[in-house]
């Protein structure tokens, strides 16, 4: 009895290695192909929980470092993790921003309102560009010194009140900041085929948010404009900056139409921009920077289609580029500056861990966030 007691697990051990080498004899090889790669299966899922992985460690990165951001940048942040998540932990970056919003309105009612001042204005700020060889600045003063009262307009009011409006408030002094914008006729900006080519993405804004307030609605013009400007059967004759203004001016139709990670995407209503991509991504991944990257893939993901080989392909450039020492995506030339790299690293957090769309925050959903509004902002 002792003997057998012994000896039978042994057998028992030796029988279902047997069975097992057997199994693997008979057990079919398989084989996964870049297509599979592009699928819905348990290498996806692994995949994604790399990118989620990422996103933490960028996300890290910046929230221990959050406030000593500038409340530009602090805002920036604050306000798309705030849409993606409903954590009122980012309530405090999002008053910050709120009050950017007021403080600039603030100045425009009281300081920058005449014909005279929005002249003064201006012309200080068209000088900035002057004297600097970035092939950038340089086609932004080219395009912008005969109307420098775009910088004021464009650049400065409109944004402001657009966000403020997105918040369920508007300035307590709207009604003059809408008669100075009805000086001004929007399309001879949008038409102009230099300004679309100095201030893509900006107009692209722009359009929307005057589309947003209820005022011109130059959207088509400028989408015609930006087609004459930017055919697609030109893109190799482009420099490397131009085809980026292009890309970036793509995204930024997409981001302005969903109001900023607010509403969905009806990929139909834009065909033409996500046949591009799909048709392009290679192209854009060798000659774009990693937001432009980034912003392709999310203009995706605020389409519903998560599952799109184009969203892949941009998260893996971008987890390619994350430098893991410092947390965080560098620039193209390296730099590891937090404040700089604020928009890049947003956009790779969200495109790496995707978390939907939500209407937010406002004053009648989440009032927990306005308890105190900063001066001279009011409810709608």
Known sequence: MKTLMIKTPIVI?????????????????????????????????????????DADLIRHTYEANLYSLPAFKSGHYGLRMYRQTLDDKYAPAVWSDMARVASRLNMFSEQVHTAEQIQSYSEKRIENYRDDSNQRTVLRYQATKLMPEYLYLGVGLLGSMARADEYGLKHREDKKLREV????????????????????????????????????????????????????????????QQFGNKVYGLTHIIFAASRYYQDPINEQDYQWIYDYYRNNIDTIIERAKEDVIAEVGINFLLAGLDDDPVVLKTRKVIQKALNREHGLIPSVTGEMDLKKGEHRNVLAIMLLDWKGMNVAPTLTNEPEVFNSIPYGLIEK
Do not use: C
């Open 13 to 53: 051990f030796l029988l279902v290695l047997m069975a097992l080498q057997n199994m693997a004899i008979s057990a079919p090889i398989i084989t996964i192909t870049s297509e599979d790669l592009t699928k819905p299966t348990i290498v996806n899922e692994l995949e994604n929980e790399g990118f989620k992985q």
């Open 181 to 240: 914008i009805h000086r001004y006729d929007f399309t001879k900006y949008v038409i102009d085929e230099n300004m679309v080519k100095a201030w893509a993405a900006q107009l692209a804004n722009q359009v929307y948010w005057l589309r947003q307030l209820g005022e011109q609605d130059v959207v088509d013009d400028f989408i015609a404009t930006f087609k004459k400007v930017y055919p697609d059967n030109n893109d190799s004759f482009l420099s490397e």
